[in-house]
């Protein structure tokens, strides 16, 4: 059903002109790559880096670690209750740069993440932790709404890549990256559950797109082997 829906996709293509005068394809087919932090996101999009028909868009965490010289994933770990409004606001508009990017020629693109776990995952987080007050996470849900009817938000499939937090909890520990080193277990198993209320119970309503899970739980190795296996499957977006 989906492979049908990415050739229907694929006649949709539209040469979008630009101000510069040349031309630009909307992507024939978004993936979504989601999943609790250090559940090997990065990883996955690696795979698929050498690949001409794929475009890949890690997530800008070194953007939200250098604004104007300002550290804003670190200020929003120090101290949520002050900094989470600015630090999600810029996230946020990071994501709204991948959904909206577009290339010469049309391909596959992958991106690491989405603004819909950003809003159901992250600020839902923040705000059920207390760590957002009620005014923060209206403003920032009245912007997702906007951005939702008013601009390129659609993607094509969904893949999640499902560990425990405990192996999310191992790996963020061994890959060390500084701003993350206090991060408690409970943290990722708040956000473990976010993601399974929206992906797997579907508390958040329909999905923006169909969805793959794949068991992330395996060691690198194995997880690479996985990623090889699925990739025709994961590329034509046909499920069945
Ligand atoms: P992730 O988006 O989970 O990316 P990752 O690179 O840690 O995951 P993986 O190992 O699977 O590649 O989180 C990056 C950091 O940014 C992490 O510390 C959590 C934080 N973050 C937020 O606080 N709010 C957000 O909305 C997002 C998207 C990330
Ligand atoms: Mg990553």
């Keep these: 059903m989906l492979g049908s829906s990415l050739h229907q996709l ?17 992507h024939i087919f978004t993936i979504a790559v989601e999943g609790n932090i250090g559940c090997g996101k990065t990883t996955f999009l690696q795979h698929f880096k050498g690949n001409p028909k794929v475009e890949v868009l890690p997530e800008p965490v070194d953007k939200w670690k250098s604004v104007k010289g300002y ?23 990071t994501m709204m740069e991948h959904h909206e990017n ?6 596959v693109k992958m991106i690491e993440r989405s603004i819909y776990s950003t809003r159901h995952c992250f600020i839902e987080n923040l705000h059920q932790g207390g ?72 508390k958040r309503g329909e999905l923006p ?9 395996l060691d690198l190795e194995d997880l690479q082997k996985k990623i090889s296996q699925m990739e025709p499957k994961i590329l034509s977006g046909n499920l069945s």
């Excluded at 577009?102 to 391909?107: A, H, M, Q």
């Excluded at 797109?209 to 739980?217: E, G, Q, Y």
Aim: proline share 6%.
């Design 131 to 202: 760590l957002m007050p009620d005014i923060d996470y209206n403003i920032l849900g009245e912007w997702h709404d906007w951005l939702n009817q008013n601009s390129t938000t659609d993607i094509n499939l969904i893949v999640y890549l499902r560990a425990s937090p405990q192996n999310c909890f191992d790996r963020i520990h061994k890959r060390n990256r500084d701003e993350e080193k206090d991060v408690p277990i409970e943290y990722l198993n708040s956000l473990h559950k976010l993601h399974e209320d929206w992906l797997i119970e579907k």
């Design 209 to 217: 797109a169909p969805l793959l899970v794949i068991d992330a739980n």
């Design 10 to 26: 694929g006649n949709l293509t539209q040469l979008m002109p630009t101000p510069d005068g040349t031309t630009k394809s909307q």
């Design 71 to 93: 550290n804003s994933l670190d200020m929003m770990y120090k101290d949520a209750a002050r900094w989470s409004l600015a630090f999600q606001s810029y996230v946020t508009l």
């Design 102 to 107: 577009k290339e010469e020629t049309p391909k």
